[in-house]
């Protein structure tokens, strides 16, 4: 499928909204590809976005509902909080994205870079559990 729109829904209530290029699945492994560029919004309780990742390809493991988004990884939280990895996971089952990768996090008055990272959705608690990179930033 091309230029696909896939919801994720739990109780009648948008969990986040899927957006690829292309699309396909196969039956035999249970999986989903996507290519030609990814994108998701995530939406908290109020049902209102508040969280963006992109990528270049990514998948849907079938069985577990889990998104993994590969090469070139960006999320953006309403707050200005920005992720960059190679690969992230976004986990179904606690809508938590996790990653033992190279992550860099951007806020308004840090950045932080580290192996290991753990996060609620919007990006709004989170730990990297390697740091390697710390500074405090004032942005004018």
Sequence with gaps: SW????FFTDSGKTKAILYAGHLQVFEDTKETLMNEGVKVDFYNEQQIKSTTLTSKRGRVDET???LYAIDSVVAVNDSGVVLTSEEI???NKDRKIITDKFVTIESPDEIIQGYGFESDQQLN???IYNITYITRTKKE
């Design 3 to 6: 230029n696909s729109t896939v």
């Design 64 to 66: 577990t509902n889990n």
């Design 89 to 91: 996971i976004w986990r």
């Design 125 to 127: 608690n989170y730990v």
